[in-house]
C-alpha cells in the first residue's frame, strides 16, 4: 500500500509530452495494454488467416488457388501453416491479450494504483514480446520456410536440422529463438504484475475486496512466473543441441533418411516432453483464466447480483492454478512414459474437473434470480460459460488414458482445447472489449453489430468444433495434410468441408468486430458519464479515457467488496467500491 | 445446438469401427460410460444454463440478493469428486490389463519400426532370435531398411516386412522402435496408439480374434510424409499364418 505521492520516479502527474515517449516508449500501463492489444489483434488476425488456408485446403485438396505457387499447397507448406497458427495464436494472442493486454490497463485501475510496480520493465517486456513476434514471423521468409514441427516442436524432428525436412533449417531455430524471447518477456511481465497485486493496492483493497478479475490476472502471473522460466530452459538446451553439438534429446544411433547421425549420443526426447508440458499444461490456465475473471465478473454485474460464492471461486482459480502443475503427464499417455505414473496423472487430471465445475455451478449461482441485461459485454460472458462446459466434458474423456490411446493426436483433441483454451479465452476477451472499450475510449461499440458478431461467433464456432469430435472418434489424427493415403480418412471428406464452411462464416464475422473498433473509435457513440454500466469496481469512478496518472495523484479508498449489487436497503441496484458507507443512499 | 449435438452422438453417425480384441471392449464400455455421464452434465448444465437466462432476463423485476450458500458449494464439491474421480479409478481396469502387465511368455514377438515415412515390421524367423542391427548398415535403396547385420548368424533368418500379419487367438507382443524421429503406431481396431521413441524399445502387446485387413496410420507429427505413413494389419488363421510365415523365409533364403 504505497502511496503515489512518495513513491519514487513514476509519481509525476503530468504525462510526457513527445509523441514517442507517449505513444511508443511509454512507461503509461494503459498504453502499454493498448500496446498488447494491438499486437493480440494483428496476431489473432494473422493466425485466423493461416488457419483458413488449412481449412481451405483441408475441405477442397484438388482445388487449385491463386496464392498457392503451382495452385496447390504442399505437405511442408501445410505444416508450417499448423506450427505457425498454434504458435502465433497461443503465444501472442492467448497470452497476451487477457492478461497483459487487459491485465495491464485494468489491474493497477482496478486495485486503485498510480501504475504498474515497474513501468520502465513493462515497456520492455511489451517491446520485447514484439522482437519475440517479428522472429518468430520471420521463420517464414527464410530458405526452407517456417518449421514443420508443429507448436509442441517435439525432437528429434526439432532438433536435427534441415536433414529431416524443410523448414527444420533457419526457420525452426528462428522459431526456438523466437519463443525463447517471448519466455523472458514474459517472466518479466509475470513479476511486474505479482508486485503489483501485492504492494500497490490502495488503502481498504484486502484481498477478500479484489475484483475476481484482479484474482485471476494474479494467479495467471504466478503460472508464468514459474512456467515459462522452464521453457525458456528447454528451448536454450534444444538450440543447443541444434547448434552446438550437444544431445540433450537426442538420442545415440539415429538415421535419418539413410544417413548415420554419428555426433549425438545419450539424450532423450521424452525429457523435451516432460519440460515442454511442464509449462505447456500450466499455459493453458494462463489462456483460459482471465476469461474466467472476466466472465464472474461480468455475471455479476449484468445480471445486478453479488457473485455466487466469492471465496468458493477465489478457492477454484487458485486450486485450477496448483492443479495445473500436478498434470501435465496426461499430455504424454502414449509417449513411453511409466504406465504407473500416466495412471497417477490421470487421476490428478480428473480432479481438474472439480474446481472447473465449482466455478460453473458458482456462475449458474449468480445468474439464479438475478436481473439479467442482454448486451454484448454479458452475451460473451454467457457464452464462454457454454463453451466452458463443452470443452470441459470433453476432457473427461481425455483424461483417462485407456480412452486418450485412441482419442490422442487425434481432431477430438483438436476439438477440445480449441473449445476451451482457444475459443472460450477468446470470448472472455470480446466480453472483455465490449466491457471496457468505452473507459479505454470514451466511446462505445457499437451494440447492434456487436450482437450479430456474436451471434455469428457463437454458432460458427460450434459447428466447427463439434464435428471435429466425431473426426476424432472416426480415428482422423491429427497434422495430416490430406486423406489421400489412408482409406477410412476418405469417407470422412464431407465433415471437412462442413467445417471450412463453418470456419469462412466464421471468420468473416471478425471482420464486422475489426470494423465495429474502427468505426467506434472514430465516430462511436460518446461514453459521456464514468459509470454507464452501473458497475462498482474503481475503473469506473474515473473519467474514461482515464487520465495520466489514473486518479489525478488522490489515492482512492475502498469502503465495500467487489459486487455489492442489489444490496437491501440501498437506494441503487450497486455500491460502488470507492463510496464512503455514509454516502450510500438510503431506500 | 444441444439436440443437434446430442443427436450426433446417439446417431453414432461418425463412430469408431469395431474392436478387433478383448481389451477394444472394455474401453468402449468405459468410453460409453464416460459418455452418459458427460451427456447428462452437457446437456443439464446447457439447459440448466439457457433456463437461467431466460427465466431471470430484465423484466423490470428486482435481482435478488444472496452471496452464496456454502451447504451447496460442498454439495456440489463432493459430488464432483465422486463422479469425475470415480470414474477415473474405473478406467484403470482396461489401462491395467494392457500396461501394467507383459506379454506372456511364448507371445508372438514382432519389431516394429518407424522411419521417415514407412512402418517395418520384423519376425525373429525359425530360430527365435532377433539378429543384429547396425545403424550404419541402414539402406532402405539396397533393401536393409532396419539395418540387419549379415555377420550375426541369428539375422540370417529374420524377416523383415512392410505389412504386419499376425495369427487371430495368439498373443503377440510389439517391441516398438523408430530409427529418426518420434512416430506413433495406431490402429484403430485394437484401440492402442503407442509412440515410437528413438533411443527406446517400448513393448506391446495385444490379441487380435477377428481376421481381416486393418490401416495402421502415423499419429504423431514426424515431417512432410506424416500423412502418408501408412501401413497394414492383417489378421488371420493360424494355418494361414504359418503359411505366410514359410512363404516370407523362402523368399529369405
Known amino acids: ?587 | 445446438m444441444t439436440v443437434l449435438t446430442v443427436y450426433y452422438f446417439m446417431a453414432k453417425v461418425y463412430w469408431f469401427p469395431a474392436p478387433i480384441n478383448d481389451i477394444g471392449h472394455e474401453i468402449d464400455a468405459q468410453f460409453m460410460r464416460t459418455l452418459l455421464i458427460t451427456g447428462i452434465v452437457f446437456v443439464a448444465a446447457q439447459l440448466g444454463l439457457a433456463y437461467a437466462i431466460f427465466k431471470f432476463r430484465d423484466r423490470g423485476q428486482k435481482a435478488a440478493s444472496f452471496e452464496g450458500n456454502n451447504t451447496m458449494e460442498i454439495v456440489w464439491t463432493l459430488a464432483t469428486i465422486v463422479l469425475f474421480v470415480g470414474l477415473g479409478l474405473y478406467a484403470r481396469n482396461a489401462w491395467a490389463q494392457v500396461h501394467f502387465m507383459g506379454a506372456q511368455p511364448g507371445a508372438l514377438q514382432i519389431e516394429v519400426t518407424g522411419q521417415q515415412f514407412v512402418w517395418n515390421f520384423r519376425y525373429a524367423g525359425p530360430d527365435g532370435k532377433f539378429g543384429r542391427e547396425k545403424p550404419e548398415l541402414v539402406s532402405a535403396s539396397t533393401g536393409n531398411p532396419v539395418g540387419l547385420d549379415p555377420t550375426d548368424p541369428a539375422s540370417k533368418d529374420d524377416v523383415v516386412s512392410p505389412v504386419i500379419v499376425v495369427p487371430a487367438g495368439r498373443e503377440v507382443e510389439l517391441i516398438i522402435r523408430s530409427q529418426d524421429v518420434t512416430h506413433s503406431f495406431f490402429v484403430r481396431e485394437l484401440r492402442l496408439k503407442q509412440d515410437a521413441v528413438p533411443g527406446m524399445e517400448i513393448h506391446m502387446h495385444f490379441t487380435a480374434t477377428e481376421p481381416g485387413d486393418y490401416e495402421i496410420v502415423c499419429s504423431q507429427l514426424c515431417g512432410l510424409g506424416h500423412y502418408r505413413m501408412h501401413s497394414i494389419l492383417t489378421v488371420m488363421s493360424e494355418t494361414d499364418f504359418q503359411k505366410w510365415m514359410r512363404d516370407q523365409e523362402a523368399a529369405n533364403q
Not at chain 1, 487487459?102 to 514480446?129: C, E, H, K, R
Not at chain 1, 533418411?257 to 509449462?279: A, E, Y
Not at chain 1, 474446481?355 to 445468474?367: C, E, Q
Open chain 1, 1 to 587: 500500500m504505497v502511496t503515489h505521492e512518495n513513491g519514487g520516479g513514476h509519481g509525476q502527474h503530468q504525462p510526457p509530452s513527445g509523441f514517442i515517449r507517449k505513444y511508443v516508449f511509454s512507461v503509461d500501463h494503459k498504453v502499454i495494454g493498448i500496446q498488447y492489444l494491438t499486437l493480440a489483434l494483428f496476431s489473432v488476425f494473422l493466425g485466423m488467416g493461416l488457419s483458413l488456408l488449412m481449412r481451405l485446403h483441408l475441405a477442397w485438396p484438388t482445388t487449385h488457388w491463386f496464392f498457392f505457387k503451382g495452385g496447390l499447397m504442399t505437405p511442408e507448406q501445410y505444416l508450417a501453416l499448423v506450427t505457425m497458427h498454434g504458435t502465433i495464436m497461443i503465444f501472442m494472442v492467448l497470452t497476451t491479450a487477457p492478461q497483459s493486454g487487459f491485465g495491464n490497463y485494468f489491474l493497477p485501475i482496478q486495485i486503485g494504483a498510480a501504475d504498474m510496480a515497474f513501468p520502465v520493465i513493462n515497456m520492455l517486456s511489451f517491446w520485447t514480446t514484439f522482437v519475440s513476434l517479428m522472429v518468430m514471423v520471420a521463420a517464414f521468409f527464410v530458405a526452407g520456410g517456417a518449421p514443420l514441427g508443429g507448436w509442441t516442436s517435439y525432437p528429434p524432428l526439432s532438433a536435427l536440422g534441415e536433414i529431416t525436412g524443410p523448414g527444420q533449417g533457419a526457420g525452426e531455430t528462428l522459431w526456438i529463438v523466437g519463443l525463447a524471447i517471448f519466455c523472458a518477456a514474459s517472466l518479466m511481465g509475470a513479476l511486474n504484475f505479482i508486485t503489483t497485486l501485492i504492494d500497490l493496492r490502495a488503502r481498504g483493497m484486502t484481498l477478500g475486496r479484489l475484483p475476481l478479475t484482479c484474482w485471476t490476472w494474479l494467479v495467471t502471473a504466478i503460472l508464468g512466473l514459474l512456467a515459462f522460466g522452464v521453457l525458456l530452459a528447454a528451448c536454450i538446451l534444444l538450440l543447443l543441441d541444434r547448434i552446438a553439438g550437444t544431445s540433450f534429446f537426442i538420442p545415440g544411433g539415429l538415421v535419418v533418411t539413410d544417413q548415420v547421425i554419428t555426433w549425438h549420443k545419450g539424450g532423450s526426447p521424452l525429457l523435451w516432453q516432460h519440460l515442454f508440458w511442464f509449462f505447456g499444461h500450466p499455459e493453458v490456465y494462463i489462456a483460459i483464466l482471465p476469461g474466467m475473471g472476466v466472465t464472474s465478473h461480468l455475471l455479476s454485474t449484468f445480471s445486478r447480483k453479488p457473485v455466487f460464492g466469492y471465496r468458493a471461486m477465489v478457492g477454484a482459480v487458485c486450486g485450477i492454478g496448483f492443479l495445473g502443475f500436478c498434470v501435465w503427464g496426461h499430455h504424454m499417455f502414449v509417449s513411453g512414459m511409466s504406465p504407473y505414473s500416466a495412471f497417477a496423472f490421470s487421476i490428478l487430471t480428473m480432479t481438474i474437473g472439480v474446481p472447473s465445475a465449482i466455478k460453473t455451478f458458482n456462475w449458474l449461482g449468480t445468474l439464479w434470480g438475478g436481473k439479467i441485461q442482454f448486451n454484448s459485454a454479458m452475451l460473451f460472458a454467457l457464452g464462454f460459460v457454454s463453451l466452458f462446459v463443452s470443452g470441459g466434458l470433453s476432457g473427461l474423456f481425455l483424461a483417462q488414458p485407456s480412452l486418450d490411446l485412441y482419442l490422442h493426436d487425434t481432431y477430438f483433441v483438436i476439438a477440445h482445447f480449441h473449445l476451451i483454451m482457444g475459443v472460450a479465452a477468446i470470448f472472455g476477451m470480446f466480453a472483455g472489449a465490449y466491457f471496457w472499450f468505452p473507459k479505454m475510449f470514451g466511446r462505445f461499440l457499437n451494440e447492434g453489430v456487436g450482437k450479430v458478431h456474436f451471434w455469428l461467433t457463437f454458432v460458427g464456432v460450434y459447428c466447427i468444433f463439434m464435428p471435429m469430435h466425431f473426426l476424432g472418434l472416426a480415428g482422423h489424427p491429427r497434422r495430416y495434410f490430406d486423406a489421400s493415403a489412408v482409406t477410412f480418412l476418405q469417407k470422412l471428406q464431407p465433415v471437412h468441408v462442413f467445417i471450412t464452411i463453418g470456419a469462412i462464416v466464421t471468420i468473416s464475422a471478425q471482420l464486422l468486430f475489426l470494423f465495429n473498433v474502427i468505426w467506434s473509435l472514430l465516430a462511436g457513440k460518446e461514453a459521456k458519464e464514468e459509470n454507464p454500466w452501473h458497475a462498482t469496481t474503481l475503473e469506473w469512478s474515473i473519467p474514461s479515457p482515464p487520465p495520466h496518472d489514473n486518479f489525478g495523484g488522490v489515492e482512492p479508498v475502498v469502503y465495500h467488496g467487489p459486487y455489492e449489487f442489489s444490496v437491501p436497503g440501498a437506494a441503487d441496484d450497486f455500491i460502488p467500491q470507492h463510496l464512503a458507507p455514509n454516502l450510500v443512499r438510503k431506500a
